[in-house]
């Protein structure tokens, strides 16, 4: 439809259609037969307002029932507009990826698009039109439960993948043929929580916003995404949601967002709890003066805003901004003239799960895994598995779901399990199985959220679990634990103080590893966690994410060799949470400090180093890499200009492998100090046993720049190091100058 139509559209809708448009209710309120009924009555609020003038609806899904409520909202619609329908596919729809931090450590945005592209045909065909993804947020505090929908620490990681998933979900145009709108969220920086406690204040600097929690957001945007969901959390003392500088300052007049903006659920009232409005109505005219087009389920837009506007309390040309916003996307969408778009019941049995979709998902797995640890077992390398007799033994062997909290469509029905996957490879006999303890036990933290089974079932059960697992352990050369969170302790409203494995797991490794057998560890989780117990008694350890419906084909493929791992880290892994927020790219302070040292007054804890474990870029491969000092084309570099830096990798183990060589770079001096490192560019190259090559990178003025003391944004002329290595804390760096900084901000500081 043309942009006039929509406008003549718009001059005929009365207000209460108008403020239809900006209202979305959950699926609740159709009925099962998925007819649409009568006045909302919900919490309370929006009462009286009629349910077939809303806007959009999220929750919903399936082609046959979204067909049924589309074609009655329209035949009772005086306009007959159509509804947008959304859901939260986050990794996957029916097809369950790795979590995002799991797509995150594949360092490879090519596959994250392909996995966003295969979610969005699954959703597309199910009569979805818009999805809740990707998730933006920067995410240093593995307390927080949400780390596991982030692609982790990095913001230019960060960027690349959100760019990556609004690529793969939306193509060219949302409205081709089985695409989808994206929405980027939470906007903004509501992955920085004081104490890491799920939806309290976040206390960043503008500067610290604007440097490191921004730019993914920015690159989502740039790259076309549709909609932007706002956050729930305060950030400067008010809360996101009513947060007009935010919203229209940044977001639209800086970044230029020209799409729709969303509440998160039920934040436009919440900014009544926060103690930011005094009652919901007010809360309304907040949101939409802050710009805020969607009331996503609090339904004070439908319950205020027809009020707020005919007694002239909110100027009518802001929601009129508002609902165009709204009709351009439908419009977009090519919903006014296919209102269903790509539902299709019988397109839905062929394209979900199909046999692509579940490769694409299991190469998935493979690439997300990062192995911490393979040492030498009898002048041999733990990993890849041998020619032996394995016992597969914990909760995860085939007891647990291996989907997040956020795969709303996934089934774990459809989950290849690890016993499954073994099953595949070898007959009865070779393998051997046993779950070895209940996931969690109510001695767990937290437990009690997931559990209701009293102390006795779990001493009992327990007791007769570890003693089949110690049975089972004896027939084996060599054991693969399968230990980790369950999959409801991260996600939404799962943040938590503690980010152990549960005792009861613990006691399970200690058991085992007393039997003296070959232990290999693999942590399902959706978030790091401390596990310097788990490298102590383990020979070989994998993070595995939460690995999703291939999870079982993925992991076994990596473990026998098929396929060599190249997974890095994309959150750092603390000793302990005491450590927390921590990430790569620290501050050096006025007194700095590597590792533990004694009686000096430096930077640091007495009993932890400043470093994490295992630090963000790291992860090791079966074979082995040797990387060159880095050379530059020039130690000189000019404005305008850029340089190049190049460094040689060469395969010196026995198997092909791929490594993932990471560009870091650090401004020496500079008006605002600057971190010791800070990722500005990665590649992979694939070798084999021998093969060496060279990678190459060019340092652009863009890299060097950041928001200067003066409120500018630009480089500034000095001294810069650069590494080029497989991890963000080793190999050695080499020093350019920038002689002239942008927009004539020439060097502060002589360097003879
Ligand atoms: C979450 C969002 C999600 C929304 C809709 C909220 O609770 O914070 O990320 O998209 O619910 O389900």
């Known amino acids: 439809m043309l942009d006039e139509k929509l406008e003549e559209l718009l001059q005929d809708m009365s207000i209460e259609e108008k403020v239809g448009q900006l209202v979305q209710l959950d699926g609740s309120y159709f009925e099962e037969d998925a007819l649409i009924t009568g006045n909302m009555a919900k919490n309370g609020e929006g009462r009286n307002f009629p349910i077939f003038l809303a806007g959009s609806t999220l929750g919903l899904s399936g082609a046959k029932d979204l067909k049924k409520i589309q074609k009655d909202q329209m035949e009772r619609h005086p306009h007959h507009i159509p509804m947008l329908f959304m859901l939260d596919v986050i990794h996957g729809y029916r097809t369950v990826f790795p979590c995002p931090l799991g797509q995150g450590a594949s360092f490879q945005p090519k596959l994250v698009k392909e996995c966003a592209e295969v979610a969005a045909r699954e959703a597309a065909v199910s009569g979805i039109h818009v999805v809740f993804s990707p998730m933006a947020d920067l995410v240093r505090d593995a307390r927080w439960g949400r780390v596991m929908e982030s692609t982790g620490e990095d913001s230019y990681l960060n960027g690349i993948m959100a760019k990556a998933m609004v690529k793969g979900y939306q193509g060219k145009n949302p ?119 969607i009331d996503m389920c609090a339904n004070a837009y439908a319950e205020y805003l027809v009020d707020l506007i005919k007694n002239g309390e909110v100027e009518i040309k802001l929601l009129d901004h508002a609902v165009m916003r709204v009709l351009r996307l439908k419009n977009r969408l090519g919903l006014f003239e296919n209102p269903y778009k790509d539902a299709d019941s019988e397109g839905e049995m062929r394209v979900i799960l199909c046999d692509e979709h579940r490769d694409k998902a299991r190469e998935a797995v493979r690439k997300s895994m990062v192995l911490l640890k393979n040492e030498e077992v009898h002048n041999e390398k733990a990993l890849p598995l041998k020619n032996e007799k394995i016992a597969f033994i914990g909760p995860y062997v085939k007891n647990e779901d291996m989907d997040s909290s ?182 050096s302070t006025g007194r700095p400090r590597m590792g533990l040292q004694k009686g000096e007054y430096t930077t640091g804890y007495l009993d932890v180093p400043n470093e994490p474990l295992f630090s963000f870029g790291y992860g090791l491969s079966y074979t082995d890499f040797e990387i060159s000092k880095p050379y530059i084309s020039s130690v000189y570099m000019r404005q305008n200009e ?22 870091y770079i650090q401004d020496m001096t500079a008006s605002r100090v600057r971190p010791l490192r800070q990722l500005k560019g990665f590649c992979q190259v694939e070798l084999k046993p021998g093969e060496e090559k060279e990678v190459l990178f060019d340092i652009t003025e863009e890299m060097l720049s950041f928001h200067r003391a003066d409120g500018t944004y630009g480089s500034e002329a000095g001294l810069f190091k650069v590494w080029i290595n497989n991890s963000s804390n080793v190999g050695e760096g080499v020093i350019f100058e920038l002689k002239e900084g942008k927009n004539g901000n020439v060097q502060r500081r002589e360097y003879a």
């Open 175 to 293: 409205g081709d043929k089985m695409k989808v709108g994206a929405c980027v969220k939470h906007f903004a920086g509501y992955g920085a929580p004081v104490a890491g406690r799920e939806y309290y204040n976040v206390e960043l600097s503008e500067y610290t916003m604007r440097e490191y929690y921004l730019p993914a957001y920015k690159k989502a945007v740039e790259a076309g995404c549709e909609m932007v969901m706002s956050a729930f959390h305060t950030w400067n003392g008010i809360p996101c949601s009513g947060n007009r500088w935010l919203l229209e300052d940044i977001l639209r007049k800086e970044m230029n967002f020209k799409g729709v903006l969303i509440s998160d659920w039920g934040a436009v009232s919440e900014m009544t709890a926060h103690g930011f409005c005094e009652n919901n109505k007010v809360a309304a005219r907040t949101a939409i003066e802050a710009g805020l087009d």
């Open 406 to 587: 956020w795969a709303v469509n996934g089934d774990p029905r459809d989950q290849i399990s690890i016993q499954d996957a073994a099953l595949e490879r070898w007959s009865e006999g070779e393998v051997f199985f046993a779950r070895g303890c209940t996931l969690l036990d109510n001695k767990t933290t937290g437990a009690k959220y997931f559990y209701e089974e009293n102390d006795e079932y779990f001493e009992t059960k327990n007791q007769s679990l570890l003693e089949e697992a110690m049975e089972t352990a004896k027939k084996a050369d060599t054991v693969v634990l399968c230990l980790g969170e369950h999959r409801l302790q991260s996600g939404e409203a799962s943040s938590r103080a503690q980010i152990k494995l549960p005792k009861i797991q613990l006691n399970l490794l200690n058991n085992i590893a007393w039997t003296g057998i070959k232990i290999i560890t693999l942590i399902f989780s959706g978030r790091p966690l401390e596990l310097e117990e788990v490298l102590k008694y383990s020979n070989a350890v994998f993070m595995v994410w939460m690995p999703g419906t291939e999870g079982g084909h993925g992991i076994m493929d990596v473990l026998v060799g098929d396929h060599n791992p190249s997974g890095k880290l994309p959150m750092s892994i603390p000793y302990n949470g005491g450590q927390l927020p921590i990430s790569y790219d620290q501050y």
């Open 642 to 663: 850029s340089i190049k830096v190049s460094a040689k990798v060469k395969n010196t183990g026995d198997r092909q492998g791929t490594e993932t060589l990471q560009l």
